[in-house]
């Protein structure tokens, strides 16, 4: 697939499909993009991503784009490459909630185990290789900062 004016392939609310073998060139916005946060369990592996262009027509991540974007963790990234993106070759943004079209509170993509991420590559990419947008803590990843005090009252005093 080459000079798409949006995308490579669009994963939305999909669990257990593969993504296999696809070579993308010179694409807007993010190529390969798991959109909700509610995408589990998916494999994508084997392919292909050249030159990602950012675009200001999409989402507002687009403009930072990355050939890989992924916002659940528990998919299975394998054997990718992504070469002379604009900005990143894979990008995990891992939503505190799904959104969009499938947004809910009761899913919390930050506190899930993380699929294989292995033998993939980078390669020129204009600002990282791999970019992690938010770290988050792993006993209760998806409290609210309000919420944890009452959980640890110690966090009002720093000096426990």
Request: aromatic share 12%; proline share 5%; glycine share 4%.
């Amino acid at each position: 697939m080459h000079n798409s004016f949006a995308r490579i392939v669009t994963l939305h609310a999909i669990s257990y499909l593969t993504v296999q073998w696809n070579v993308g060139f010179n694409a807007l916005g993010h190529n390969i993009f798991l959109e909700d946060a509610m995408e589990t369990y998916n494999v994508i592996e084997d392919n292909l991503v050249i030159s990602a262009r950012s675009a200001h027509c999409m989402l507002q991540t687009d403009i930072t784009v990355a050939a890989y974007w992924i916002t659940h963790p528990t998919n299975h990234v394998r054997r990718n490459r992504a070469a002379g993106s604009d900005f990143y070759g894979f990008w995990y943004e891992l939503k505190e909630f799904p959104d969009g079209p499938s947004a809910t509170d009761e899913v919390c993509p930050r506190g899930e185990k993380l699929g294989d991420f292995v033998d993939n590559l980078a390669h020129s990419n204009v600002r990282f290789g791999l970019r992690i947008l938010e770290l988050s803590a792993r006993k209760y990843p998806c409290l609210p900062s309000k919420d944890l005090k009452k959980v640890n009252p110690y966090l009002d005093n720093p000096s426990y």
